[in-house]
């Protein structure tokens, strides 16, 4: 049957050709766009998550929804824990203190940011420019580093000193004088407006914290194993009482939901493609029947069953699919090895930095493999081939071999 199919097939050669290459090259299109945009999105995932929350992260119950200081808790032994645990990359503790700061020219309201310095550099991308020993250095004393955006507000220079006000965990308001060691500039407007970065410690004995803290970000050292250390992680919260452990996704809504939108929209458009390849299908099929008319009532006279003509051109469809699929995912292999060695440069086109959900990413887009979901258009492409030859595979069923041998 496979032998008669293929033998049919290549009766037309153009007509397959033809198909043979709509079905390679929708194959290869959805396949390449889908490994750009996933290499593209872990990329924005691993510098949010890094700058951010982490792809984990502990808080207080309801400081997430509130964002109020009073909820914060002793980290103790936890951070230890964590950071100890096959997979964790790091184990991040912050104080985040919303308060205003103030020069001799104007004032801004601001996060100040309470960090170990140690543990941030290597980790958060906004600290890439600087070593451990600098921003170690930087984070002495009274030293803060701040945002470019912030800097400019204030019309401040590095190594001149402004006040930052907070209120209290008691609820009343404490002043500290800070001085300007260092500048970033991430490229968020945001970020850069209002990032005051000072050693731990300090935060909290502004805010009059003691060793409190609102936020332990965990990095892992690979996305995908967030779902297995999850509940390891969650065991060691079961005896602290009112800590949640949540993910990226629920601490970073914004870059998530600007995901998943894009990701929709992508659906949308491979959606499309396989419309257009399905109708490509079913119309070779379909002619492939209407030309072989004759040739089937002959068939069908000489003994043959319509089950075994209907199998016979769903024999077609497959080899139609089969060779499609291989042929377009070397070609889509092709496509997301240059994507992924070269990239996709948009810095001639685009002045500045690229935002996208609250996160700078590169400008040189590059693509990552997902070898999971070529493996799973391939299998979508066949079956949908074999779905659009199920009406033509009806259609010859139904011949009359009486009618069909004075066709001409």
């Known amino acids: 049957m496979l032998s008669l199919a293929w033998r049919n097939l290549w009766c037309n050669r153009r007509r397959t050709i033809i198909t043979l290459t709509a079905l390679a090259l929708s194959t290869m299109l959805v396949q390449g766009t889908h490994n750009l945009s996933f290499g593209v999105y872990q990329r924005m995932i691993d510098s949010g998550v890094r700058a951010g929350s982490g792809h984990l992260a502990v808080y207080q119950a309801g400081y997430l929804e509130t964002r109020d200081e009073k909820l914060n808790f002793a980290p103790e032994g936890l951070v230890r824990e964590i950071a100890a645990t096959d997979g964790v990359a790091a184990a991040l503790p912050r104080v985040l203190l919303p308060g205003l700061a103030q020069s001799s020219r104007d004032s801004r309201s601001i996060i100040l940011t309470g960090v170990d310095s140690e543990a941030e550099v290597g980790i958060n991308p906004f600290l890439k420019e600087f070593s451990k020993p600098e921003l170690t250095q930087m984070l002495q004393g009274r030293g803060a580093v701040i945002g470019a955006k912030l800097l400019k507000e204030l019309q401040l220079e590095p190594g001149q000193k402004f006040v930052v006000t907070v209120q209290r965990s008691d609820g009343v308001l404490g002043s500290e004088l ?38 332990l970000a965990i990095v ?61 299908v079913i119309n070779t099929q379909l002619m492939s029947v209407m030309e072989r008319f004759r040739e089937f009532g002959v068939m069908l006279a000489l003994g043959a069953t319509p089950g075994r003509l209907r199998s016979l051109i769903l024999f077609e469809s497959l080899l139609l699919g089969v060779c499609g699929v291989i042929l377009g995912t070397i070609l889509g292999s092709l496509l997301t090895w240059y994507l992924v060695d070269v990239g996709i440069d948009l810095r001639s086109f685009i002045s500045g930095d690229l935002e996208f959900g609250g996160v700078i990413f590169d400008p ?45």
């Not at 970033?184 to 003691?210: F, H, P």
């Not at 050292?221 to 250390?229: D, I, R, V």
């Not at 199920?390 to 066709?407: F, N």
């Open 364 to 408: 040189i887009m590059r693509a990552m493999w997902d070898y999971a979901w070529m493996g799973q258009i391939g299998c979508y492409v066949v079956l949908l081939a074999l779905w659009a030859a199920l009406y033509p595979a009806y259609k010859a069923g139904k011949i009359s071999p009486v009618r069909a041998m004075r066709h001409t």
């Open 220 to 280: 892992l050292e690979s996305a995908g194993t967030s779902h297995q250390l999850q509940p390891l992680l969650a065991a060691l919260l079961k005896e602290r009482q009112g800590l949640n452990l949540v993910t990226w996704e629920e601490s970073m809504s914004n870059l998530a939901n600007a995901i998943k939108l894009d990701y929709a929209s992508q659906k949308f458009i491979f959606l499309l493609l396989l419309v257009i390849v399905t109708i490509g």
């Open 178 to 215: 800070f001085r300007v060691r260092g500048v970033v500039k991430t490229g968020l407007k945001e970020i850069d407006g209002s990032l005051v970065l000072v050693r731990r410690d300090k935060a909290a004995t502004l805010g009059d914290l003691g060793g409190r803290i609102h936020e």
